[in-house]
């Protein structure tokens, strides 16, 4: 049943009242008749900092208190994501607090699996013994059996680290559905752990790379705070050339749309570089200072080793010598022979790497006009200023005002490689973390997977359930889809064993996660299905034995770094009122749940671990065998980092107070040593390494071939699907929703109610469909010749390329009421597995479909 807004604010404005009336009287009897106004006690008013549960950066929030209930909530003045501001979700979210269809008490269920359940109500005690003797019974036998599926963690010391840590659970993430090939692929180039965004402060020419920016947030944040900082800089002058097959929401705020064909992206970042190269815009400095650009290759791919040293070419003793000595003088370019072995720097590999990549070729692959491409690569170089720096806070810095804005773009087939281009390209201009350059990460440190994704021991099956070191995703970002596929063909795989015991927290696969069919199926393999979630979701609903309540907004969690790239904080999420209902704070029920299957007490239990992961000193350390309450280790926490007042101090303001970050630590350049001393990989060694020990094991070539130590156009695997799937799917978010949690909202869901697949109105008119026309939408494997479809309305938009068609996520829901009868989720359409996932095991949201009316 739908809920429309005129009978929402009826139902509201009565509820409302009715929460007044009843604040301002006494429990269990009202004020005796006769009683004047001036004599009734009013009910006390406060205001309540915590932060945003229902957005990805955890915005600040003043919640207003009455009576003991939050009527209100409004931006927090003095966090700096937000500044006071709060966006319609984030203030809807009331709504999500007081939802009538929230999980009210643990759930017990007492049907199969694998059709709509029927519950009945159990006591917490009940409850938790129960889910606390599976997981016990999962480890005595094997730690392997026991999984955790990772929702949203708005408290990873708690969720990912300590619980996981102590429990032996596999961890399964959803970064490869959300951004994680970027990850991958900038902690790997250049040591920081994010996607892609520009230094807004100083940026004069960005690079709108797939950005939804009036749909989406960017890199790391939800919203607020990229559209702020970009609406600066543009007030400043900044130029903004988008690249996207869809204009998306920048279309007043781009100066030039590209509508690159989907999953293309590599090709055009290989041209750019070509351009650069040919036109000499190349920062030196930097490449031989910071960069392996100047180590010697073999002709076998692999460095020039001396006593396991990587060379250079000395040009002042005209001879190789280790790149780390003092007082030497290596050449980027050129070819040498050393003791009769034929060399040439890393650079010289690139420049003849990328020779054909010209904008001519480029155009081709990416349906986009030669002249166009060139023009974007020399204005990059143009307004990079290569060689100019400037001067803050008295620190000389490199000036590079030459920035890239990319995030979930970096999930297509391709999208590792494509992103190493990207970030090669910026490595070029020497814009890595310079003044208005390139930025990667909020966090101000390198991250370990630099070293570790070079240092991969690529092992001999048995594999773990999501393939950890495997000759087919030596780097791996831990894709639950294709965990579904390892299950349903563990031999396939090298995997010798099936998981028995799951724990969802906050996450619905069955809906969120492509390949939605293998999900289902994987799911029937679990003995016991553990979800934490303050709703019943699609996936509880089928696959679910045990729902534990989990509260919303009234709860504790965090610690919450807060950061916008200039200034740094510190932040908690603090309960405004007690949970509702018998739901309780998702830390309250790890706590119990450890308890219960015998690991929450001594030494490697819960609390030694979390005592670890918040790094609580004496006095403040949690006793290993008192079971502790979750206020009282915040409380710790917060006097552990030097905050004397405690908890109190957030409890009143909500947030510390937000300090610039000083020049010399925000800018990595800066850094004693620039860099913190690594090496920026223009040359991915360890990718080549990889490939040749992935062939000697024997995997297929589909698994390998995109390993190579320089990014290397191939064909997308979507290609290969038969010339009647003659259109590009891509998805895309809309403001009005982040995930399931706002979907749930009346107010929101009525401002997008149904789903819809956006086509351009002349390819839609070619093929007889009208604006609203019901019509199918078909996808195809290219690889098993799998085919899927799903039934939606078509809705014209100009603003996308002719061969390219989007559905939204967001959809597809059928348990909740208020979402009912929304339409399809595009997950259901696309596929996982071989030539739909890149080489880091991400997913890739792209694929071949035809649409019909009949």
């Not at 929460?19 to 009910?43: F, I, N, V, W």
């Not at 076998?300 to 396991?308: A, I, K, M, P, T």
């Not at 909202?745 to 819809?756: D, F, G, K, T, V």
């Not at 997950?827 to 479909?849: L, M, P, R």
Request: net charge neutral.
């Amino acid at each position: 049943m739908g809920l429309k807004r005129r009978d929402f604010v009826k139902i509201s404005l009565a509820l409302g009242a009715f929460t007044a009336l009843g604040s301002m009287l006494p429990l269990g009897a009202g004020y005796p008749l006769g009683t004047r106004a001036e004599e009734a006690e009013l009910p006390l008013e406060e205001w309540i900092p915590t932060t945003c549960w229902i957005g990805k950066q955890d915005c600040g929030i003043l919640a207003r208190r009455v009576g003991g209930r939050i009527v209100k909530l409004e931006g927090n003045p003095a966090h700096p994501l937000n500044r006071g501001t709060l966006c319609p979700k984030g203030q809807a979210q009331i709504i999500s607090l007081y939802d009538p269809y929230r999980v009210k008490a643990p759930l017990k269920r007492v049907n199969e699996k694998g059709v709509p359940g029927k519950w009945v109500e159990i006591s917490w005690e009940e409850a938790l013994s129960l889910a606390g003797e599976k997981i016990k019974e999962a480890r005595a036998k094997d730690k392997r059996l026991l999984v955790w599926q990772k929702g949203r963690s708005k408290a990873k010391k708690f969720y990912d680290a300590a619980f996981v840590k102590t429990s032996g659970a596999t961890k399964l993430h959803h970064g490869a559905f959300c951004s994680d090939a970027g990850y991958r692929a900038a902690e790997y180039t250049v040591g920081f752990h994010g996607v892609l965004h520009p230094d807004f402060r100083h940026c004069r020419y960005l690079l709108s790379w797939g950005w939804n920016l009036t749909n989406a947030g960017g890199n790391k944040f939800c919203w607020i705070t990229w559209p702020q900082q970009f609406l600066d800089a543009r007030e400043r002058g900044m130029k903004v050339v988008t690249v996207d097959p869809r204009l998306r929401g920048m279309g007043p705020h781009t100066d030039e749309w590209l509508p690159i064909k989907p999953n293309t992206d590599l090709a055009f970042f290989l041209a750019v570089a070509h351009v650069l190269i040919s036109k000499g815009y190349v920062d030196e400095e930097y490449l031989v200072r910071h960069t392996n650009a100047p180590f010697l290759v073999k002709d076998d791919g692999y460095f020039l080793r001396v006593d396991g040293k990587e060379q250079v070419w000395d040009t002042a003793t005209n001879s190789p010598k280790p790149h780390d000595v003092e007082g030497i003088k290596p050449a980027l370019e050129g070819e040498f022979t050393v003791q009769g072995v034929k060399v040439k720097t890393a650079f010289q590999a690139f420049k003849e790497h990328v020779a054909d990549y010209t904008p001519e070729w480029a155009a081709e692959v990416c349906d986009l006009p030669a002249e166009r491409i060139r023009r974007v690569a020399e204005e990059l170089g143009e307004n990079a200023m290569i060689g100019s720096t400037v001067v803050l806070e008295g620190v000389e810095i490199p000036y590079r005002p030459v920035g890239i804005m990319a995030y979930h773009v970096t999930q297509q087939e391709l999208g590792f490689q494509a992103i190493r281009a990207a970030i090669m390209v910026f490595m070029l201009l020497g814009a890595i973390e310079a003044v208005g350059g390139l930025r990667v990460d909020l966090g101000r440190k390198l991250h370990k997977n630099f070293k570790k994704l070079d240092e991969i021991e690529i092992k001999d099956p048995p594999y773990n359930i999501y393939l950890k070191d495997s000759k087919f995703f030596p780097i791996n970002s831990n894709n639950s889809s294709l965990v579904a596929r390892v299950m349903l063909n563990p031999e396939k795989y090298g995997v010798d064993y099936t998981p028995e015991v799951l724990i969802i927290h906050m996450a619905n696969p069955v809906l969120s996660f492509p390949d939605q069919e293998a999900i289902i199926e994987s799911y029937k393999k679990f003995k016991f299905i553990i979800v934490i979630d303050p709703w019943l979701s699609e996936t509880a609903d089928l696959f679910a034995d045990l729902v534990l309540p989990a509260a919303t907004l009234e709860k504790y969690e965090g610690p919450k770094s807060v950061n916008d790239q200039y200034v740094e904080a510190k932040a908690l999420r603090l309960p405004p009122m007690p949970p509702l209902f018998q739901s309780r704070g998702d830390i309250d029920i790890y706590i119990d749940l450890c308890e219960k299957a015998g690991i929450l007490y001594g030494e490697g239990g819960y609390i030694d671990h979390l005592n670890k992961e918040l790094k609580l000193k004496e006095p403040y350390m949690l006793d290993l065998n008192t079971k502790p309450d979750v206020r009282d280790i915040f409380d710790r926490w917060a006097k552990s980092t030097g905050i004397s007042e405690g908890l109190g101090y957030f409890e009143k303001h909500g947030v510390t107070e937000a300090k610039p970050i000083p020049a010399n630590k925000l800018y990595a350049p800066a850094w004693d040593p620039p860099y913190g001393g690594i090496k920026h990989r223009l040359y991915g060694e360890s990718l080549k390494r990889y490939q040749d020990v992935m062939k000697e094991k024997g995997a297929p070539e589909i698994f390998w071939r995109d390993y190579t130590p320089l990014p290397t156009w191939r064909n997308p695997t979507m290609e290969q699907s038969p010339s009647e799937y003659d259109l590009y799917l891509i998805s895309s978010k809309k403001i009005e929703f982040k995930q399931s949690r706002s979907t749930f909202i009346p107010p929101l869901n009525e401002l997008a109610p149904r789903q819809s697949l956006e086509i351009n109105p002349a390819t839609a008119m070619a093929k007889g469909i009208r604006d609203g026309d019901e019509l199918w939408v078909e996808s195809q494997n290219a690889v098993t010749g799998e085919t899927k479809k799903l039934r939606v309305k078509a809705r014209y938009l100009e603003g996308i390329r002719p061969d390219t068609v989007s559905l939204f996520h967001h959809y597809g829901f059928w348990v909740h009421p208020w979402t009912k009868g929304s339409g399809p989720t595009p997950n259901s359409i696309f596929y996982t597995g071989e030539g739909y996932v890149a080489n880091t095991a991400d997913q890739a949201f792209h694929v071949k479909v035809k649409v019909y009316k009949e």
